[in-house]
């Protein structure tokens, strides 16, 4: 797997999970401790995501890490 293809896969489940629990951009940034702009830059695959954030991202969606790498 190329490495824009993990970010990406990566960007459509953290999206898809936050849609399905109904929270928005800014509930999740509140929830993971993260600016809302950078959820954003997340989501659209414009960041390269660090190993805390996405812990962070994982425990404010109330997930395992590994949920937001599924194929």
């Known amino acids: 797997m190329e490495n824009n293809e993990i970010i990406l ?6 999206k898809r999970i ?3 629990k109904k929270m928005s951009q ?6 993971a401790d993260l600016h809302r ?6 989501e659209c695959g414009r960041r390269n995501v660090s190993l805390q954030a996405i812990a962070k991202i994982a425990a404010g969606l109330e997930i395992e890490v590994s949920e937001l790498f599924n194929k």
């Open 9 to 14: 896969l990566f960007a459509m489940n953290m």
């Open 18 to 20: 936050r849609l399905e």
């Open 26 to 31: 800014e509930d999740l940034s509140f929830a």
């Open 37 to 42: 702009n950078y959820i954003s830059d997340v």
